[in-house]
C-alpha cells in the first residue's frame, strides 16, 4: 500500500518543471504582444495581476472589429466573452474573466465569519479553486460564501461587506457595486460620488440606509442566470474506461461494481418492500455477474435480483451524488448533511415535518463514527465538504514537500458519494484517508465528517482459516500453497485491510483480498 503519513506531515509530490516546445513558446510571446508587452514585462507581471491588461487586449479585439466592421468582416460574438463590442467594459471575475455581475457572487470569510478579503468572484468559480486561499491575495480562508442579493435581502448584504456597529465605507460600497451593477467601474465611481451624501452617515453606510441604496441600484441590476454550463466533451466514462453501473457502455455491455448507487425501478413485485424510486447500494456481485445484492437505504434486509436489467423495471442507474427528494428538503432547512438528514427522517419513521424552527440541529448528533479498515461512503454534499475541508487548519511543519496539509482539490470533488476502504484516522486534525473502491483505487485525505459508515455484508463472516493452517491461494498461474501468518478480519473486528496474510511456499509474503481467493490446502 505504500508509506502512509499523518494529517500533519501530509505532503505533495513537487511538480517538475515542464518543457516548453518552441510552439507553446512562440504562442506565449504572441499572447504577449498582443497585450502590449514585452517578452520581459511580461514574464515579470506576477499571475493573477493582468486584469488590466486583458481588458486592454479586449479593448484592442473591439477596436480591430470596429475597423473589420467596415469591410463587412465582423469578428464573431464569442471572442469577446459575455460582453458585445459596444458594450461597457464590466468588472470581470478574476477567474474565468467574465463579467461578474452575470452570476451569482462568491467572497472568501473567515474563521470569525468575516470577509477574510476585499475580493469578488463568481460563486461558481470560488467552489472549483483548489486549497482554501484567495485566487487574488492568497489570504487563507475558511469558508466560500454566496454573497446576498441586495434586491432580496439588502440587511444581510450589507452585513457581509462590514460589521453593523462599523458600517461600510466608500470603497467597501464602490468596489461591491462593480461586481454587482451593469456598469463600467467609472460610472459606478461616478454614481458612488453622486449618490454618496444620500446613503452616509458619518462618512459610513449603515443598516438605516441599505433600503435607498437598494432602491438607487434596482435599475442597474441585472437578471441572473440560474443556467449551470455544461461541461464539455464528457462522455460518461469512468477512471477504468467503462461507464457507470446499469448503463449500456460503448464496449455493449452493463457493468456492475460493488459500493455503486442504484435506484428501485418502476414495476413493483407482490413481495416486495421496497418502493419505487427508493435509493441503494450494491452489496455483492453473484457468480458470473448473473446476480446482484442491494442494500436499501430505508429497507433493514438485503434483496437480491438478476442482473443485468437493461430496461431498468427493478433496477435503475442513480449517480453517486443523487439523494432522496424529502432529504434534499430536510437539508434546505437544517444545513444537515445528506447522512444526518437521512438519520433525522428516520428517527421521525419518515414524516416530514414542515417546521424546523424548534429542533436543534447538530450534525454530530445525528452521524456514527466511522472505523479503520471499514467500507465507508463519502458523502455527495459538495458544499458542505467543501467548508469542512476549508474549516481545516494548514500544516505547521516546515517540510519543504509539505502541500499544506489536507486541502481541496478537484480529485476530492470528483469521489464524493462513492465508497471505500477507511485506512487510517489523523485525530490531530479529524481527518481520515479513504482508499476508494469501484472504478478505481485512489487514496484521498478527507474531513472525518465527509465519510460515512456503509452496511457491509462481509462484517457478518467469520474467519474459515486460523493461524499456521495450509491453505491454497488463487495466483495469475493458479492455486498456490502457503501458510496463514495473520487473520485480520474476525467479523466486526478488522486490523487490516485484507482478511489474510499468508506467506506462501516459494516465501513471498501476500495479502488475500477475498475469501473466494483463499481454501484449505488439499
Given at each position: 500500500?505504500?508509506e ?10 513537487a511538480?517538475?518543471?515542464?518543457e516548453?516546445?518552441s510552439?507553446?513558446e512562440s504562442l506565449?510571446?504572441?499572447?504577449d504582444?498582443?497585450?502590449g508587452?514585452?517578452?520581459t514585462?511580461?514574464?515579470s ?14 479593448r ?8 473589420s ?7 464573431p460574438?464569442?471572442?469577446f ?26 467572497v ?5 465569519g ?8 463568481h460563486l461558481?468559480?470560488?467552489?472549483r ?19 446576498p442579493?441586495?434586491q ?5 448584504w450589507?452585513a ?8 461600510m ?13 451593469t ?8 454614481f458612488?460620488?453622486?449618490s ?8 459610513r453606510?449603515?443598516?438605516g440606509s441599505?433600503?435607498d ?19 464539455q466533451?464528457d462522455?460518461g466514462?469512468l477512471?477504468?474506461?467503462?461507464k457507470q453501473t446499469g448503463?449500456?457502455?460503448?464496449c ?17 413485485a407482490?413481495?416486495?418492500l421496497v418502493?419505487?424510486g ?7 456481485i ?19 435480483y ?21 432529504v ?12 444526518a438528514?437521512?438519520e433525522f ?8 415535518n414542515?417546521?424546523?424552527?424548534h429542533?436543534?440541529f ?7 463514527t466511522?472505523?479503520?479498515?471499514h467500507?465507508?461512503?463519502i ?11 476549508d474549516?481545516?487548519p494548514p500544516?505547521?511543519?516546515s517540510?519543504?514537500?509539505?502541500g499544506?496539509g489536507?486541502?481541496w ?7 464524493l458519494?462513492r465508497e471505500?476502504?477507511?485506512?487510517q484516522?489523523?485525530e ?13 483505487s485512489c487514496?484521498?485525505?478527507?474531513p ?6 456503509v452496511?457491509d455484508?462481509?462484517l457478518?463472516d ?23 501468518q495473520?487473520?485480520?478480519?474476525n ?8 482478511p489474510?496474510?499468508v506467506?506462501?511456499?516459494d516465501?513471498?509474503?501476500i ?5 473466494s481467493l ?5
Open positions: 500500500m505504500g502512509v503519513f499523518s494529517a500533519k506531515w501530509r505532503t505533495e509530490a511538480p517538475q518543471t515542464p516548453v516546445s510552439s507553446c506565449k510571446k504572441s499572447e504582444s498582443n497585450l508587452l514585452s517578452t514585462e511580461a514574464r507581471k506576477p499571475a493573477g495581476s493582468s486584469l488590466n491588461l486583458v481588458r486592454q487586449f479586449r484592442g479585439l473591439r477596436s480591430r472589429a470596429s475597423e466592421s467596415k469591410e463587412n468582416d465582423l469578428l460574438d464569442d471572442d466573452g459575455d460582453s458585445k463590442p459596444d458594450s461597457p467594459e464590466l468588472e470581470s471575475c478574476p477567474i474565468c474573466l467574465d463579467s461578474l455581475c452575470s452570476q451569482d457572487l462568491g472568501c470569510v473567515d474563521a470569525d468575516c470577509r477574510a478579503c476585499s475580493h469578488y468572484f461558481s468559480c470560488l467552489q479553486v483548489e486549497g482554501a486561499n484567495c485566487p487574488q491575495c492568497r489570504v487563507r480562508f475558511y469558508k466560500r460564501a454566496p454573497l442579493r441586495i432580496d435581502d439588502c440587511e444581510s450589507g457581509s461587506l462590514a460589521p453593523a456597529e462599523e458600517g465605507s466608500r470603497r467597501a460600497v464602490s468596489s461591491a457595486l462593480k461586481a454587482m451593477l456598469l463600467s467601474p467609472d460610472d459606478v465611481d461616478a458612488v460620488e453622486k454618496w451624501r444620500n446613503w452616509a452617515h458619518d462618512d453606510v449603515r443598516a441599505l433600503p441604496l437598494a432602491a438607487a441600484v434596482r435599475d442597474f441590476l441585472p437578471e441572473i442566470s440560474t443556467k449551470v454550463k455544461q461541461a466533451g462522455s466514462q477512471e477504468d474506461g467503462h448503463v449500456v457502455c460503448d455493449g455491455q452493463i457493468h456492475v461494481r460493488r459500493g455503486d448507487r442504484i435506484r428501485r425501478g418502476s414495476v413493483v407482490d413481495d416486495s418502493a419505487p427508493q435509493l441503494g447500494t450494491i452489496v455483492r453473484g457468480d458470473g455477474r448473473e446476480t446482484v445484492t442491494v442494500k436499501w437505504d430505508r429497507c433493514d434486509e438485503t434483496q437480491t438478476i442482473w443485468p436489467d437493461p430496461e431498468g423495471l427493478f433496477l435503475a442507474p442513480a449517480s453517486y451524488n443523487e439523494v432522496a427528494e424529502d434534499s428538503t430536510v437539508q434546505e432547512h437544517t444545513n444537515l448533511s445528506s447522512a438528514a437521512e427522517l428516520r428517527r421521525r419513521g419518515f414524516m416530514l414542515e417546521s424546523f424552527t429542533e436543534n447538530i450534525e454530530e448528533n445525528f452521524r456514527q466511522p472505523k479503520c479498515w467500507r465507508v461512503r458523502l455527495p454534499d459538495s458544499v458542505l465538504v467543501q467548508q469542512w475541508f474549516s481545516i500544516c505547521e511543519c517540510r519543504p514537500t509539505c499544506g489536507v486541502r482539490s478537484s480529485n476530492a470533488n470528483k469521489h458519494g471505500g476502504i477507511l485506512l484516522i489523523d490531530s486534525d479529524g481527518t481520515v484517508l479513504v482508499e476508494s473502491s469501484g472504478p478505481c487514496q484521498i485525505w478527507y472525518q465528517l465527509a465519510v460515512m459508515p452496511y455484508p462481509d457478518d467469520k474467519p474459515c482459516h486460523k493461524v499456521n493452517d495450509q491453505v491454497e491461494c488463487k495466483m495469475q498461474n493458479g492455486w498456490e500453497r502457503g501458510v496463514v495473520e487473520v485480520l478480519w467479523g466486526k473486528e478488522r486490523t487490516g485491510r485484507f489474510y496474510s506467506k506462501l511456499h516465501g513471498n509474503e495479502k488475500v483480498p477475498h475469501q483463499i481454501r484449505k490446502a488439499a
